[in-house]
């Protein structure tokens, strides 16, 4: 068997990420070719692959761009902090998402994106799962040529945009709000009605015994609707700036907020 060239040990362990025991084997059995070996841990890898596709990703990369008069946005899942935080990934995540800027239509989701730029995305996430030995995943992809704000949090875990005509100061704002706050809606009256029915229906259970005259009831069940909802909604939340305002009491009359998309896990 000879010697263990422990330099080409160490040199095929820093460009895989394989096991040390995996990259020893894969040498002996390559003769000591380095590249040789690492055909032979690819192979071993890919076919590994499609056993680790249900494992869980729980950690990710986000970040949107503006290029080209358009917005761009990328989410790639990976499984570990580890791997998130690899110089090796993160170069992965700008290949992918210079590939994505060369789209020039409107992408909402993926089931938007030409057939053959997923089929080299995936070739390319393929082609990097042997290095990264574990599960790595296309999660997200926006392209829109409407007028945005955008918010890239540092860390690249949360990314916020804000679709807006007016002044970009108050997209900004909003932008902070959204990454920070997470609302689920943008106006009371985009709840959805069904959604509204279900809390009157929970509140008008907790006040069923209440001794108090039925049009107060009527205002506690409104009021607690409306606090409830405060948390949930854009424009009802506290503002992360002045806890004493609302977003809506921050917005000229004139500005209007057209859509927002908040991307995290």
Request: hydrophobic share 40%.
């Amino acid at each position: 068997m000879g010697a263990v060239d422990m330099q080409l040990l160490k040199s095929l362990r820093e460009s895989t990420f394989a096991p040390l025991k995996d990259c020893r084997d894969a040498l002996i059995q390559a003769d000591w070719d380095i590249d040789k070996a690492q055909d032979i841990l690819k192979e071993k890898w890919m076919s590994k692959a499609a056993k680790k596709s249900d494992r869980l990703t729980n950690e990710w990369l986000i970040k949107v761009v503006q290029k080209n008069w358009r917005v761009y946005a990328l989410k790639l899942l990976c499984e570990t902090d580890f791997v998130a935080k690899n110089e090796n990934f993160r170069d992965l995540f700008d290949k992918i998402l210079d590939k994505v800027c060369t789209i020039e239509s409107d992408v909402d989701s993926l089931n938007d994106v030409e057939k053959w730029l997923l089929e080299d995305i995936s070739s390319m996430i393929n082609e990097f799962i042997w290095k990264l030995w574990e599960n790595t995943k296309l999660d997200d992809i926006i392209v829109s040529n409407k007028n945005a704000y955008v918010y890239n949090h540092p860390g690249n875990k949360v990314a916020a945009i804000i679709y807006y005509n007016g002044d970009e100061n108050v997209a900004k704002e909003l932008a902070l709000q959204v990454a920070a706050m997470n609302p689920e809606y943008l106006s009371i009256d985009s709840v959805p009605e069904d959604y509204r029915n279900e809390l009157l229906v929970k509140f008008n259970a907790e006040m069923a015994d209440s001794w108090k005259p039925a049009n107060i009831v009527e205002q506690i069940i409104a009021g607690k609707v409306q606090k409830y909802l405060s948390d949930l909604v854009l424009l009802e939340q506290e503002y992360i700036r002045d806890n004493s305002k609302k977003i809506k009491d921050i917005i000229p009359d004139w500005f209007e907020i057209t859509k927002y998309v908040r991307l995290s896990i």
